[in-house]
Each structure stands twice: as structure tokens, then as C-alpha cells.
């Protein structure tokens, strides 16, 4: 997967506005390309938890463009790697790429988190 | 006819459609319809007669879990968007539940991360705070599981009451629990048992009965067993050989390590009635069976306090020895010195059991290069303070424990 500059800059502006909360938002990938960072609004805002909330006219017009869509969130302190919450509330995104952001570390990590476990995806 | 906006998330299962049509008078009606159609959307987005957890259904760009849930009306021309939700975080956000007695307030104890403690960064070393429970040990699980198991089997009812002979965690859980049931208790104790002991024992409402200190625990069984076989009014729970104190922790502290971790290399518990060990030990391997379970045992002739060392000859009849892969020898110094350096490093005050299982916690840990070792401290320092090794010079710890019988 490939994260330009431009759209990595983008989720690490939103993930250090809301802290001390966790951030959310949309990614649109075209050909495994990040072309653009769509910012959601945190519904339970929390150092340790989020919930994506995006006016569903909005998601649902993302939903006929020919984009894959992956969930961005930010981890305020530990590292950008799935927590068990994130496995436990992967719901519909099984299988989906995942991209989570550390903002303590300014580390950007993308992850397939399937039935079988923990996939990383490699970012370039 | 109603429109229904599919997710990209979803489309695999109406044939890559991004909407599909459907028809009723209710979201109800229109969902399952729509399932009728295309069968495998079915459990991706309905569960249990209701919207399955992950998915969100909109009518008018509204949630209608805050409209009229399934039974929100649509009309002919109305579009239902359906969009994955999403939730997660770093942890799961935790507040403090509300109990309905004390009882609710046994178990569930946490763990914590002893970053300083452990020997190599790579190795995670975690201490279940058993010393949390409502009157500060890990016996209040098997005191509550005893009473419960025999009340549920109808040996102990109302009219009868307690004895145990027990000087130390058993005995105090056991008032606690007799205590908000309404049984009266009665411990058999050594003599030379601490002040303390008894003062917090009679506090919680038992009564106490000494045997002679010379004959230490081993005379507060004899006196126990020979006042029970003399009154039939008494029920002796007696933990050495109670399946309610394994199951205890089969299914609280075991179960509750298994849960909070997603890898268990290396359980480690003091070794005492066995119950720990056993119940704890067997849910573990359950669901990492490579786990190591260890017990710490303290070195013949060199008593720890709440440590039973089998080489004085008696086993407790619920402890399987082959079921444990691991039996460490721990000194009371390297007990104490253990103890002393949790308080130090970690700003937890053990009890000094919690000394000897760090202790070899830790050996075991250097054994490994990587990993998750999770050693149980039966209860705090609290109950101890009246002892001198807390601040005694290291070498004069040995003296300083030899001369009052703990548990």
C-alpha cells in the first residue's frame, strides 16, 4: 500500500487535533494508492476508544466512487498495531486493509486483521 | 419500492451491486426482503431479531436505532443506507461496575505490567493483584466458593456454622463471606498466630479457638476435625481438600488471566492448599497449552509465610503434582529481599508469598529470550506490617522472620 506524503500528513494533522482523543476517519485507495484521508468525527470520544461517525449521505456517495475504503484511527501512546479491541469490533471490515496511527511515536502502520489472525500490509 | 444503498463492505454478497431494490411498509419488512433475496447478507446484517452489532441502518440519512429501530416506516421512494460501523481503540474503556453486596466485589482482580521488575524488556511480566479482593487476599474466592458450593448442595444452611482452622487469609475471607450470609464462624488457630490476626478476625466477627503453638498448623487441623466430629452443627469447609477451591479459580483467576491475555508462557503461583495451581493452571493451559505452569515452594525447613513445602509431609488432597510442570525451591531471604524490591521498583507492597513467586517469576523469566509470564500475588503487604524484615538490614532478614507462625 502506498501512503503519499500529502494524505500521511493529513491523518497525523487530524490524529494530533484531537488529542488527547483517539481520531478517526476514511482512507480511499485506488490501486493500493492512498489518494485521499476523509477525517470522521470520534462519536465516543476517548484517549482509548473511538467510534467512526460520518454523515452517512456523505459515506454512502464515498460508497459509488471506485475506491477502496479503509478505516484510519489513531492510538494516542502505544504503538500502531491492532489492539484486542480493534479485533474484537473489526465487524464488517474483516479482511479490510486497516491503518492505524501512533501519534506518541509518529508511526504510520497498515494491517489486514482477518479470522486467521494479524496480517501487516507494507506501507511505502 | 424501496432503495437500498449498499456498502462496498457488503456488496460481495448481493453480487457487487451499490444498491439493490426491496420492498415493506417497515426497515423490518424492507431487510427482510432484502434477505430473501440475497441470503447471505442475512447474518451480516440482522442478529438475534434485531440489527446485527457491526452494521448501521439509516432512513433519511437518520440512525434508526434512534428512530423506531426495525419497526421505523418507510414509504415507496425512501432510501435505506446501510454502512459498516466501526469501533475500536487502544483499550476497551473501563468504569468500575456497581455491585449489589461485597460478595459481587471477589474476583476480577488486575493485572499489572511490572516493567521494572522484569529481567529483559522483552519479556512481559505481569502480576494479577490478588490482594485487591474485598478483604485483601486471593482467599476470598475460595472462601466464597466454598460456602456457596455447599450451600447449593444443601450441607450448610441456615442453623449451622463455620469452623476452619486457619490463622491467616482463609480465615478472614471466610468471616467476611459468613459474616454478610449471617453464619457464625468459628478458626481454630496456633496459639503465637499474630495480634493482628486475631484482632482483624474478631473484627470481621469470629470467634477464635487456640491450639498449642508447638504443633502449628498441623494442631489447628487435629482440634478442628476433633471439635466437628463432637458437634454436628459445624461444617468445616477445609480447603486442603475442597473441589469448590480449585473450581474457584478455574473459573475466576484462571479464566480471568486467559481473558486479559493473548499469550500466557509461564504461570507461576505459590504452592499452599494447590488451589491456585490447579484451577488456575488447568484454565490457562486451556487456552495456551504450552503453558508453563511453576510453583513456588518454599525450601524444607525454611517456612515462607503462606507457603507449604511438601517435604513436611502433607499433601493436600485437591493438589495433583503431576499436573505441574514447574516446581521452584525459594528461600524465605530471596522471598523477602523479592518482596522488598516490588516495593521499591514497582510501588506495590506484596505480602511476602508474592516475594517468593516474583522470585521465581523472574528466574523463570531469564529463562526465555521473549515472552508473557503472569505470576499470582495472593494478597498485600497489609496485613504484615508489624513484621520487621520491611526495613531491616538484608543480612538480619533471616532472624528477623523466624519467630511468629503467619499462616
Redesign the interface.
Known sequence: MVIPAAVRSAIAEHARAELPN?A?GLLLLEDDVAVEYVAAENA?P???????KL???V??DL??RDV??A?V?S????PPR?????VE?????LG?PYVIYSVRLDELAAWRITDGGIEPISLA | MITVRIPPTLRGEVGGARQVDAVGDTVREVLDDLVDRHPALGPQILANGGIAPFVNVYVGGEDVRTLNGLDTAVVTGDTVILLPAMAGGASRPWSPPVATSGLDLVGSTPLVELTRFSPKPDVRLYAKLEGQNPTGSIKDRVAKAMIEAAEASGELEPGRALLEPTSGNTGIALAMIARIKGYPLTCVMPENATEERKRLLRLYGAEIVSSPAAEGSNGAVRIALQLAESDPRWFVPFQYANPANVRAHYEGTGAEIATALDRVDILVAGLGTGGTLMGAGERVRESYPDVVVAAAEPMPGDPVMGLRSLDDGYVPPILDVSRLDRKVLVSNQESVTAVRELLRLEGILGGVSSGAVLHVARRLADELDEGVVVAVLADGGWKYLSADFWDAPDENVETSMETTVWW
Not at chain 1, 46 to 52: A, D, K
Open positions: 483517539e478517526c465516543s476517548s484517549p482509548y476508544f473511538f467510534e467512526l454523515d452517512p449521505l459515506w454512502a460508497g459509488e477502496e475504503q478505516v484511527h492510538h494516542v501512546s502505544s491492532p489492539s484486542r479491541t480493534d469490533r473489526i465487524g464488517l471490515w479490510q
